[in-house]
């Protein structure tokens, strides 16, 4: 068989077993409404969570930038592609994290490879949660340290796997909230271990930062950690933020051994400026409008509380994350047809994202979402779930 006619198999099946995935065109910016073919639909599916993709003073200090910087970067950072737009941007989120550095990288899962390959490899140790980010699993497979992986959120169990490690440097790499259940890593039992048998203790940040927490410092202020607990912190710009790019930030060493060894810093193209300028216009509007977090707190209240009165089994979690179990895969993507028929735009997660018999929709909140959008969220899961049964 050729390697094509292999590729030609893999589809066939994935299409036999219904997961195969297909791309939507959006036609316009993010938002709570997305116009996508001839239909507006309410969307519940994007991570743009404090709605600030498509905020005026972001798209303001873009365009304000590419006339400053023009549009590509140019080169790698470096080269001669970090611009003072750049230096800035890590100076302000170092500030904002409470470390003393931060690095910017292209995205988050080049973020999450450049930290693991670049401070591990043969003969060192990587543990992590079974349910982290596919970024940081294939980020401990191409270290090549020995990957170690324990059960969701069983800090007993990483206990016990740190005790039976051999000889080699140890790192726990965790998401802080899991992107498909929404819940929280248990970081301060995860710091704790670590401090026990001398590892070190990096954290993914993505979904957490800017979006939780009373001044939006994610996972890591919501449970009370500071740097020591937490020697590395990675986070994303196009989720919370609403712009593009991921940062890793930790103290000078870590982030001049990045620089010197990451590759996926030193070998990829730096961001375009104006993605920097932008980025630092919704850095201050994450810390000045805390109301956003605010409303986003009170719509997943009330979703989580009407869907309670429904009977709906949703997931153990408090983030605009909530995942909302149907089990099979064609029941997922019977309810998402479904609830798209009815004006609103929900995903169906399958496997191999999720676990088999773990299929659902992966229902996510937006700031810019209000009373209304909720209600008619919930009256359209209403019919949906009842005519599934």
């Not at 036609?27 to 997305?34: A, I, K, R, S, Y």
């Not at 202020?221 to 740097?227: H, N």
């Not at 997931?315 to 997922?332: H, K, V, W, Y």
């Amino acid at each position: 068989m050729s390697l094509l006619q292999r590729c030609q198999q893999i589809l066939q099946t994935r299409q036999a077993e219904q997961l195969y995935r297909h791309r939507q065109v959006v036609q316009g910016p993010q938002g709570v409404e997305l116009v996508i073919g001839a239909r507006r639909l309410l969307n519940f599916s994007s991570n743009d969570y404090l709605g600030l993709a498509n905020h005026p003073e972001l798209k303001k200090a873009f365009a304000a930038a590419v006339d400053k910087w023009g549009v590509g970067s140019g080169a790698a950072h470096l080269v001669n592609g970090h611009s003072q737009a750049h230096h800035a941007l890590e100076e302000e989120l170092a500030e904002f994290t409470g470390r003393p550095r931060a690095l910017l990288f292209s995205t988050g899962y080049m973020a999450n490879l450049g930290v693991v390959a670049a401070l591990l490899g043969r003969g060192d140790h990587v543990f992590e949660d079974r349910l982290n980010h596919a970024s940081l699993i294939d980020a401990g497979i191409l270290s090549r340290a020995r990957l170690h992986r324990y059960q969701h959120g069983d800090s007993s169990a990483l206990a016990v796997s740190l005790a039976q490690c051999g000889k080699g440097e140890k790192l726990v790499v965790t998401d802080g909230v899991f992107s498909m259940d929404g819940d929280l890593a248990p970081l301060a039992a995860l710091a704790g271990h670590c401090r026990e048998r001398d590892a070190t203790l990096m954290v993914d940040d993505a979904h957490g930062l800017g979006v939780i927490g009373a001044s939006g410092r994610g996972s890591l202020e919501v449970l009370g950690l500071d740097s020591e607990a937490v020697p590395l912190l990675v986070g994303t710009l196009g989720k919370g933020f609403g712009s593009f790019g991921a940062f890793v930030a930790g103290s000078e060493v870590w982030i001049e051994t990045l620089i010197q060894q990451a590759r996926s810093y030193v070998y990829t193209t730096a961001l375009p400026p104006a993605l920097a300028e932008a980025s630092r216009a919704s850095l201050k509007l994450v810390q000045q409008e805390s109301w956003r977090r605010e409303n986003l707190r009170q719509r997943v209240e009330q979703f989580r509380a009407g869907a309670r009165q429904l009977g709906l089994k949703l997931m153990d979690s408090s983030t605009p994350i909530q995942p909302l179990l149907l089990g099979s895969t064609e029941r997922a993507l019977r309810a998402s047809q479904a609830l798209r028929e009815q004006g609103l735009l929900i995903t169906a997660i399958r496997p191999p994202t999720v676990a088999e018999g773990t299929a659902r929709l992966r229902i996510t909140f937006s700031a810019e979402h209000q009373t209304g959008h909720v209600q008619r969220l919930l009256d359209a899961l209403e019919q949906t779930v009842a005519r599934l049964a």
